[in-house]
């Protein structure tokens, strides 16, 4: 079974920096897109960043210049550098990659979700 295990939530006051971090484990083939959503209370869950296997990046307007995606392919690992942490950030923060399981089936990615990590920026 396939699961992504976030960490580095927290709280933080605004202007303030906090690194997310998502690693993936289990027994699978390979992983295509990952990326970092975060729901607001209140709110519909929104896509923050995502990256490519190749290293394509895409940030929502709200966070571009201040949030930092990369990702690991030889660790399976995703990371989100979020620097000048603004209120409106608050939210829990989800991992989600497109993972393939063998290589049977190794062009049909299927979605993984994290079980999400909250981030609190205080004014």
């Known amino acids: 079974q396939v699961q992504l295990v976030e960490s580095g939530g927290g709280l933080v006051q605004a202007g303030g920096s906090l690194r997310l971090s998502c690693a993936a484990s289990g027994i699978f083939f390979s992983i295509n897109a990952m990326g970092w959503y975060r729901r607001a209370p209140g709110k519909q869950r929104e896509l923050v960043a995502a990256i490519t296997r190749g290293g394509s990046t895409d940030y929502a307007a709200s966070v571009k210049g201040r949030f930092t995606i990369s990702r690991d392919n030889a660790k399976n690992t995703v990371h989100l550098q979020m620097n000048s942490l603004k209120p409106e950030d608050t939210a829990v923060y989800y991992c989600?990659?497109?993972?393939?399981?063998?290589?049977?089936?190794?062009?049909?990615?299927?979605?993984?979700w994290g079980q999400g990590t909250l981030v609190t920026v205080s004014s």
């Open positions: 989600n990659a497109d993972i393939s399981l063998t290589w049977i089936t190794r062009n049909t990615y299927l979605e993984h």
